[in-house]
């Protein structure tokens, strides 16, 4: 069995000594901490680690967005309209789907988790909505993928955010997977994947996006690592309608500190941008990351 969590933002956070554990346990695949400082509660994984959260929430307004990445992957928004069904590979706290619930309260939001005392905290501790719309699964997100293939399904939405405590798990990063995910979006959806520009994978990792999808887009800023990869879309929305777009989006994303406008200007298409050489080998089934990181 595969095991994968959601994609952390890597961050300077205090460490566990000076923050109050208010939850621990060991899952089937690592340990569980929630811990409060201050204003914040924060899942974590392994105790050993103290510079990285899986999810964080503001106690005194939960809806307000902590980490710059999630925030990044509403750019997914400039790119299609009212998302009728999306699909979450990794919960962490649920922040992703509760946000969206609250932007988009008709759609449909099936979440992928591998780890069910991640699904339980993440009830019990960060208040994540499930209902008639909203679904948590407890299974490796590729097979709910092939099933979800087999079955017909098809989503606008699709975020990969998945994370098994070293990086993504590396069956989520093959060829073979994102081609199984491109055929459950539908025609005028749209893929966003949590990755790091700082990962030793950054070139491989976009070879094989660009080698499945074609051109995509890049999102990200220079206060940190995170890169929200944009893929799967039929074509790219022109300026005029990426503004439009903004506009109707600023009072909807507002509550949740998300500033979509300053969002906006750090999309950066590969088209005529490619920024990895030429002869970068794909990743496959058979090529994974894990062989190139031991290296």
Not at 74 to 90: Q, T
Not at 122 to 131: C, K, L, S
Not at 210 to 229: M, T
Request: hydrophobic share 35%; glycine share 4%.
């Amino acid at each position: 069995m595969f095991k994968y969590l959601s994609l952390i933002a890597l961050i300077l956070l205090p460490t566990l000594s000076s923050a109050k554990v208010i939850h621990s346990e060991r899952s089937l695949y690592r340990n569980i901490i929630v811990n409060e400082e201050g204003n914040q509660r924060c899942l974590k994984f392994n105790t050993k680690s103290s510079k990285t959260n899986q999810s964080c929430v503001f106690k005194d307004d939960p809806n307000k967005l902590v980490f710059n990445y999630t925030k990044l992957v509403f750019s997914s928004l400039l790119m299609i309209d009212d998302p009728k069904k999306v699909l979450i590979i990794g919960l962490g706290g649920g922040t992703l789907s509760n946000t969206i619930h609250q932007i988009y309260p008709n759609a449909y939001i099936d979440n992928v988790e591998i780890d069910p005392a991640v699904t339980k905290v993440a009830r019990d501790y960060f208040g994540f909505i499930e209902n008639e719309k909203i679904t948590s699964v407890e299974q490796d997100g590729r097979i709910f993928i092939k099933r979800a293939k087999l079955k017909k399904q098809q989503y606008d939405w699709i975020i990969l955010d998945a994370f098994n405590g070293d990086y993504i798990p590396e069956h989520l990063l093959t060829k073979e997977f994102f081609e199984e995910t491109k055929s459950i979006l539908t025609s005028k959806g749209i893929i966003s994947a949590n990755t790091f520009s700082s990962s030793k994978l950054y070139n491989h990792e976009s070879a094989t996006y660009h080698d499945v999808f074609g051109d995509f887009i890049n999102v990200s800023n220079q206060k940190n690592s995170n890169r929200i990869i944009l893929a799967g879309y039929t074509k790219q929305p022109n300026k005029e309608t990426i503004n439009a777009r903004v506009q109707k989006l600023i009072p909807l994303l507002k509550p949740f500190n998300i500033d979509i406008e300053g969002i906006s200007k750090n999309m950066k298409p590969t088209k005529d941008n490619i920024d990895w050489p030429v002869d970068t080998r794909v990743l496959t089934d058979q090529y994974s990351p894990a062989n190139l990181l031991n290296l």
